[in-house]
């Protein structure tokens, strides 16, 4: 636990670096042009699709009527922009994820490994192209598991816990695997894995948790649509930002658990060299003799 909180707090002051705050906009930059680019050309074609499905729907079209009733209509148009972006926002914070393991985490991670670590023996356990395959395999799996369980998020308590839980999954496996991709071996990386699971599974939940806050931004019905502009790129850094955070944190936890493993391996290795095994024991001198010999009495003839 104490592991848990010190390498927090160091991620948190780290990330407020400005080297780690100019590294944050360059995942930004390739999203932005991304976003930018799709939005430009499906953006109003998934609006106005949107809203014809809404529009034909006869609950939405009771409820709509009753809004009007009340002086409080244009449901759709406020549906509408809110509908696309949550489809949307699935597909942005993978790119942000893949993004910042690709670019910003061996960066963070050769930080924090300087600062903290300078001695720590590199072993070069996870190539760049491996570590590509595991983050491509883990955002499989977890946009999988978003699509079975989106049933499930018709439950009022559920969309509040397995989104984030997922998220969660997907951070820990992206973000502890690049950590120690430099410095530890494939052994030494499942056996971090196999002990501290609960604890970077926990460290990735609360990160899901934290990005998803530039969500609250962006469902803001006509200040979105009024700052399109400027709301999503904020929002694309948050998600950065976010990710830069939970990068630092997996850096130091990992580092520094990686660092104790190998303490504790150390410590429980058998010696390899007696200093006596090589001393060949010699045939004891003796003694001098502490009393002279007496003389012999001269012999009388």
Same mark, same amino acid.
């Given at each position: 636990?104490?592991?848990?909180?010190?390498?927090?707090?160091?991620?948190?002051?780290?990330?407020?670096?400005?080297?780690?705050?100019?590294?944050?906009?360059?995942?930004?930059?390739?999203?932005?042009? %991304? +976003? /930018?680019? =799709?939005?430009?050309?499906?953006?109003? @074609?998934? &609006?106005?699709?949107? *809203?014809?499905?809404? #529009?034909?729907?006869?609950?939405?079209?009771?409820?709509?009527?009753?809004?009007?009733?009340?002086?409080?209509?244009?449901?759709?148009?406020?549906?509408?922009?809110?509908?696309?972006?949550?489809?949307?926002?699935?597909?942005?914070?993978?790119?942000?994820? %893949? +993004? /910042?393991? =690709?670019?910003?985490?061996?960066?963070? @991670?050769? &930080?924090?490994?300087? *600062?903290?670590?300078? #001695?720590?023996?590199?072993?070069?356990?996870?190539?760049?192209?491996?570590?590509?395959?595991?983050?491509?395999?883990?955002?499989?799996?977890?946009?999988?598991?978003?699509?079975?369980?989106?049933?499930?998020?018709?439950?009022?308590?559920?969309?509040?816990? %397995?989104?984030?839980?997922?998220?969660?999954?997907?951070?820990?496996?992206?973000?502890?695997?690049?950590?120690?991709?430099?410095?530890?071996?494939?052994?030494?990386?499942?056996?971090?894995?196999?002990?501290?699971?609960?604890?970077?599974?926990?460290?990735?939940?609360?990160?899901?948790?934290?990005?998803?806050?530039?969500?609250?931004?962006?469902?803001?019905?006509?200040?979105?649509?009024?700052?399109?502009?400027?709301?999503?790129?904020?929002?694309?850094?948050?998600?950065?930002?976010?990710?830069?955070?939970?990068?630092?944190?997996?850096?130091?936890?990992?580092?520094?658990?990686?660092?104790?493993?190998?303490?504790?391996?150390?410590?429980?290795?058998?010696?390899?060299?007696?200093?006596?095994?090589?001393?060949?024991?010699?045939?004891?001198?003796?003694?001098?003799?502490?009393?002279?010999?007496?003389?012999?009495?001269?012999?009388?003839?």
């Amino acid at each position: 636990m104490n592991l848990l909180f010190d390498s927090f707090w160091r991620a948190v002051l780290d990330c407020f670096r400005p080297r780690v705050m100019l590294l944050s906009l360059a995942p930004l930059l390739l999203i932005a042009v %991304l +976003s /930018v680019t =799709l939005g430009g050309l499906y953006w109003e @074609t998934s &609006l106005a699709w949107v *809203r014809a499905t809404l #529009e034909a729907s006869s609950v939405i079209s009771g409820v709509s009527g009753w809004m009007q009733a009340m002086g409080l209509g244009g449901i759709t148009a406020f549906l509408a922009p809110l509908i696309v972006i949550v489809a949307v926002m699935p597909v942005v914070v993978m790119l942000s994820l %893949l +993004s /910042v393991a =690709l670019l910003m985490t061996p960066a963070l @991670t050769a &930080l924090v490994a300087a *600062r903290r670590f300078p #001695e720590l023996v590199r072993k070069e356990g996870g190539s760049l192209l491996l570590g590509l395959g595991w983050s491509l395999l883990s955002a499989g799996l977890a946009l999988l598991a978003l699509l079975v369980s989106i049933p499930l998020w018709l439950i009022p308590p559920l969309i509040l816990v %397995l989104p984030p839980l997922i998220w969660g999954w997907l951070t820990y496996r992206v973000m502890a695997f690049d950590a120690l991709a430099t410095h530890a071996s494939g052994e030494e990386r499942r056996e971090l894995f196999r002990r501290h699971r609960l604890s970077l599974l926990g460290i990735g939940v609360f990160c899901g948790y934290l990005g998803a806050a530039p969500s609250v931004i962006w469902a803001s019905g006509v200040l979105f649509a009024a700052a399109f502009v400027v709301l999503v790129p904020l929002g694309i850094w948050l998600y950065t930002w976010v990710f830069a955070l939970s990068s630092l944190w997996f850096a130091h936890y990992c580092l520094q658990a990686l660092q104790t493993l190998r303490q504790e391996r150390d410590l429980d290795k058998p010696p390899t060299d007696e200093p006596w095994a090589d001393v060949t024991l010699s045939e004891p001198e003796a003694l001098p003799s502490t009393h002279e010999p007496k003389p012999h009495p001269p012999t009388v003839t």
